[in-house]
């Protein structure tokens, strides 16, 4: 059964920082690409970013670069966002799936953790 548990989120307060991790099952891991997306309040979703099945190449929104970053743990078929700088437009449910930019082999949504950043 796939499965994908994201978690790590919360509320924050500008200029802070979380770690985001998303737990997955039931599929290839190590032969897959993977990205972290999101979904602010009234806004479609948007891709974060894209990691390489290897973790040796990946790619990021332009609103994300430079204070964001993936990562990945083939053993523990998990991946990671690391944010920093964070800004109020950075609020939104995250959520990660089977991916790399524009490449998409969607696998069933995970239920998503919320990044509220607010003073």
């Known amino acids: 059964q796939v499965q994908l548990v994201e978690s790590g989120g919360g509320l924050v307060q500008p200029g802070g920082s979380l770690r985001l991790s998303c737990a997955t099952s039931?599929?290839?891991?190590?032969?897959?690409?993977m990205s972290w997306f999101r979904r602010a309040p009234g806004k479609e979703r948007e891709l974060v970013a894209s990691?390489?099945?290897?973790?040796?190449?990946?790619y990021y929104a332009d609103s994300t670069t430079g204070h964001f970053t993936i990562s990945r743990d083939n053993g523990k078929k998990t991946v990671y966002l690391e944010m920093s700088s964070l800004k109020p437009e950075d609020t939104a449910m995250y959520y990660c799936?089977?991916?790399?930019?524009?490449?998409?082999?969607?696998?069933?949504w995970g239920q998503g953790t919320q990044v509220t950043v607010s003073s």
């Open positions: 990691i390489s099945s290897s973790g040796g190449t990946t």
């Open positions: 039931g599929f290839s891991f190590d032969t897959a690409g």
């Open positions: 799936n089977r991916a790399y930019w524009n490449n998409r082999s969607f696998l069933p």
